[in-house]
């Protein structure tokens, strides 16, 4: 048996109030990146991945205004989350 994944470690980017937490993964060696929000609930936790530059999107969970609400979050940091990844998250960043 073969794994078709290899898991990545991830990077924190933000953590809100409601404790809904922003992570992403390293930049692969493909290009992609990939974003994960995920918010505590009742029962569990809502989800939502979205690799990026494609901005293909696996949402289990969030209600349409709340993607809306993720999809244009993710779009305004995508320049920062992409650098991030490349530098190895927020430790690793560059000042330039």
């Known amino acids: 048996m073969f794994l078709e994944e290899v898991m990545y470690m991830m990077y924190p980017y933000m953590t809100f109030s409601d ?3 922003v992570t992403h993964s390293p930049l692969r060696d493909n290009g992609t990146v ?11 936790f809502k989800s939502l991945t979205c690799t990026l530059p494609e901005y ?3 949402n289990n969970g969030y209600s349409e205004d709340e993607l809306k609400h ?12 992409m650098e991030l990844a490349r530098d190895g ?8």
């Open 19 to 21: 404790d809904t937490e």
């Open 89 to 96: 998250g927020f430790a690793n960043a560059s000042a330039d």
């Open 34 to 44: 990939n974003v994960y929000i995920e918010t505590p609930t009742d029962t569990g």
């Open 70 to 81: 993720w999809k244009e979050y993710v779009q305004n940091n995508v320049h920062i989350i």
């Open 56 to 58: 293909a999107w696996d």
